[in-house]
């Protein structure tokens, strides 16, 4: 699993320590840096999370929360030329999606991150995600976020414009130490402009793309949590999900966010370093497991067996859809894992093997390529 430096410094701590004295008030005003903890949460790809806590000798009135969660973005906003617009943007997806309970309360914004709520959960686990209880419920989230007006560009700008910026990035990206230059060498032996012109003309032009929603485009094992509810007399837990991590939030073509996700049955993020990651091409969904999900998207009731037997038009195109949007995520986060390699080289940036994450997804993608015979 991804991680920052466990070790935090004093400054760190003092600016911490400022920004929670300044937008929490209440106790949090009164806590002294001494008494104020701060331990690092594992977990982020993109930005550094923080579990900040108040003492249990100060008293906290019923609104007040003990623990929050601290993020500060990654570096990945500041060197984008569109980092401005995606921080508005994410900012105001949040604060709605708060406003909302949709996702985790917000409780302050500032330039280098916010102070959000710390839910009682936990973080799905990879072989969770195929879990057919748990695959409905995903999907049924889905299409709720995919039904919200969010008051952001309704076009699907945000998948080819943030492909093509972190394109033009890595063709001029160079790394000094041998072993990155030799696998960037193999990335970019591929002329990656032009496959990012075929792929996006494959999608528009040479096949239908499909509606455009409000869509998540990282739902993955770490960004959906199991909020556990009551436990029944026979031991079951009753439970609930919850999406978080809503950086990535956009319009974008609906098959694009179900593809993405069935990308992520196939990643598990919670390998001990050095690897930190494995992704195997054979935890793919079958094609009864994502018309499982697709049916759940629909509204449709997964348990009658009967249903099986032939799907619709509408279900149809979707799986075909998804299947084809299933190249795009590969190739957008092969290019996300060289720009963050790029980015998070130090010692103080976040702990993932992005090098290796991106040969993995452009492996996959030339994978898909042929299983839909676009290449030999």
């Not at 084809?324 to 720009?339: E, I, K, P, Q, Y």
Request: proline fraction near 4%; charged fraction near 25%; hydrophobic fraction near 40%.
């Amino acid at each position: 699993m991804a991680s920052v430096c466990n070790e935090i410094s004093f400054d760190f701590k003092k600016k911490a320590h400022k920004w929670c004295k300044q937008y929490l008030g209440g106790s949090w005003k009164n806590v002294s840096l001494d008494d104020f903890s701060i331990q690092v949460l594992g977990g982020g790809l993109t930005n550094a999370l923080y579990i900040c806590r108040l003492p249990d000798n100060y008293p906290i009135r019923n609104t007040e929360k003990r623990r929050i969660v601290l993020r500060i973005y990654g570096p990945l906003y500041g060197e984008l030329a569109s980092s401005v617009g995606a921080l508005i943007s994410d900012s105001v997806v949040f604060a709605l999606l708060s406003e909302w309970n949709v996702g985790p309360k917000l409780f302050a914004i500032f330039p280098e991150g916010r102070l959000e709520e710390l839910l009682p959960a936990r973080n799905l686990t990879r072989m969770e995600l195929s879990y057919p209880e748990i695959s409905v419920k995903i999907a049924q989230k889905v299409a709720v976020y995919h039904r919200l007006e969010l008051p952001l560009s309704k076009g699907p700008d945000f998948v080819w414009e943030t492909i093509s910026g972190w394109c033009e990035d890595v063709v001029q990206t160079q790394f000094n130490e041998q072993d990155k230059a030799v696998k960037l060498a193999k990335l970019k032996s591929m002329d990656l402009k032009q496959e990012f012109q075929f792929l996006r003309n494959y999608l528009e032009t040479a096949t239908s793309p499909g509606p455009v929603t409000f869509c998540h485009n990282d739902l993955q094992q770490g960004n959906i949590l199991r909020v556990a509810k009551e436990v029944q007399e026979n031991n079951e837990e009753e439970f609930d999900l919850k999406l978080i991590d809503f950086e990535y939030s956009a319009y974008n073509y609906r098959a694009f966010d179900l593809a993405n996700h069935f990308c992520e049955w196939m990643i598990d993020y919670t390998i001990p370093p050095p690897q930190y990651f494995s992704l195997s091409l054979n935890n793919w969904p079958s094609k009864e497991q994502q018309l499982v999900f697709i049916r759940a998207y629909f509204g449709k009731d997964t348990q009658n067996n009967h249903a099986f037997a032939e799907s619709t038009i509408e279900e149809t195109e979707l799986l075909d859809q998804v299947n084809r949007f299933a190249l795009v995520s590969h190739f957008m986060w092969g290019l996300w894992g060289v720009v963050q390699e790029r980015l998070n080289s130090g010692s103080n940036g976040i702990q993932f093997n992005y090098l290796d994450y991106a040969m993995a997804r452009f492996e996959a993608y030339h994978h898909r390529k042929k299983e839909l015979g676009l290449i030999n």
